[in-house]
């Protein structure tokens, strides 16, 4: 594929521009002689507004306790946004973040464009033995680690205990039992078994990874999602709605599917560690015991859920990289990913985080580490990142009656073996 400009030539080139990249501070991180951190530090914050960015906000301005010379302007960029957001600005030149929460996935996208700085030997990946092994995994490229992992994550079904028992049902286990509780419920309840979200293909995953599917084999430089398992993932899912186990939608998926569930108009939703404190903040889970956590029903082939995650990656043209290391291993460290946990129980990619009593004493991270540990791993390459979009457009259009599961299975792989050159 075509490259962007590498990292070295990249950071020779804003040396020379006139417009400061990320941090407006002129310092180059250290106070002369004594070897403090200071001057200020951009970072891009992706999380959810409204539960996640005010933890994560107060953990940076403890970062700032720690280091009283160092200015942490923290922004937070919505998700849908922040991939193009980041990759136009550092293309041009100007409006970059020293630091950026990435999504697994965009992390070797962007180090194939030379966007980030490489952390190997740097302060920003101590003990990087102490990372989980699929964690770490996403952060590497071509030999050399650009990111080091935050939160890693997976997928599982949410349900609501008042309504399961007031239908008299269990939690299902496989896609046939998903469909018969959903049933039961409305029969019981006359509310709707499932919410499943329509206009975002990674909650497609596990559905396609149940019937032995995938996106791409990345070893074989073969698409496969449009062989016979991606066509069944998409009946399955259609049939989920067509037979009125689960309500889907086109557009805002996430908003619906959240007051929804939190509404107690449908019982049970996919979704991942990310979603819990905002779910708690609903009607129905005032009462948090409320709350169960299932894993995602098998398909014919097994049970299947995406690995999923974020890093924090340094901008390669960052002005203050001494302080910007500083500031990834501390968001990254065992005590800071402990804290991370209790408040928004976000799972640790420390091993070390796994011993401390926030991480154990925690119900949510206890039921989706074993699923982590099992989680399918997406293909670590550049183009990683950009096979959803095509997947979601045939995905939205499978759901909700505008093609078919084998049209849509075949359009998405044509779309794939054009971005993905000579693939088979």
């Not at 003990?127 to 994550?153: E, H, M, N, R």
């Not at 449009?226 to 259609?238: I, L, Q, S, T």
Request: proline fraction near 4%.
């Amino acid at each position: 594929m075509r490259r962007g400009i590498t990292a070295t030539a990249l950071v020779a080139a804003l040396a020379l521009a006139a417009t400061a990249c990320g941090s407006d501070d002129k310092s180059d991180g250290t106070s002369k002689g004594s070897g403090e951190l200071s001057g200020t530090v951009t970072w891009w914050d992706t999380s959810t507004v409204g539960s996640e960015d005010k933890v994560f906000k107060k953990i940076a301005e403890d970062f700032e306790k720690k280091h009283p010379k160092v200015d942490v302007k923290y922004v937070n960029v919505p998700f849908g946004e922040a991939q193009n957001k980041f990759k136009n600005a550092a293309q041009s030149g100007s409006g970059a973040p020293d630091v950026i929460r990435s999504e697994v996935a965009w992390t070797p996208e962007f180090a194939d464009l030379g966007y980030l700085a490489p952390l190997d030997g740097t302060p920003a990946l101590q003990k990087a033995d102490d990372f989980l092994k699929q964690a770490a995994a996403s952060t590497k490229y071509k030999g050399k680690t650009y990111a080091a992992p935050q939160v890693i994550d997976s997928m599982g079904i949410f349900y609501n205990k008042k309504i399961f028992k007031e239908a008299g049902v269990e939690v299902p286990t496989t896609i046939a039992e998903l469909k018969t509780v959903s049933k039961k419920i409305k029969d019981k309840t006359g509310k709707t078994g499932m919410y499943l979200r329509g206009d975002d293909a990674y909650w497609f995953l596990s559905f396609l990874y149940g019937e032995g599917g995938d996106l791409v084999d990345a070893s074989t430089k073969s698409v496969t999602v449009d062989n016979a398992d991606g066509v069944k993932a998409m009946k399955v899912v259609k049939d989920l709605v067509d037979s009125g186990a689960a309500k889907t939608d086109a557009t805002d998926g996430w908003e619906n599917m959240q007051s929804s569930f939190k509404d107690g108009k449908v019982a049970m939703m996919i979704n991942g560690p990310w979603a819990v404190a905002d779910t708690y903040a609903g009607k129905e889970f005032k009462d948090k015991a409320n709350l169960g956590v299932a894993p995602v029903p098998a398909g014919s082939v097994g049970q299947g859920a995406p690995q999923g995650g974020h890093n924090l990656a340094v901008y390669a043209g960052s002005k203050n990289l001494d302080a910007s290391y500083a500031f990834v291993d501390y968001m990254t460290s065992a005590e800071t990913q402990a804290k991370v946990a209790k408040e928004l129980n976000l799972l640790p990619t420390r091993t070390s985080a796994y011993t401390r009593e926030e991480v154990v004493d925690n119900e949510i991270v206890n039921f989706f580490k074993p699923v982590v540990d099992t989680a399918v791993e997406r293909p670590w390459i550049p183009e990683t990142g950009s096979l959803f979009a095509p997947l979601v457009t045939e995905y939205t259009k499978v759901l909700t009656g505008q093609t078919t599961p084998e049209k849509g299975a075949k359009s998405t792989g044509d779309s794939y073996r054009k971005l993905l050159k000579g693939w088979k």
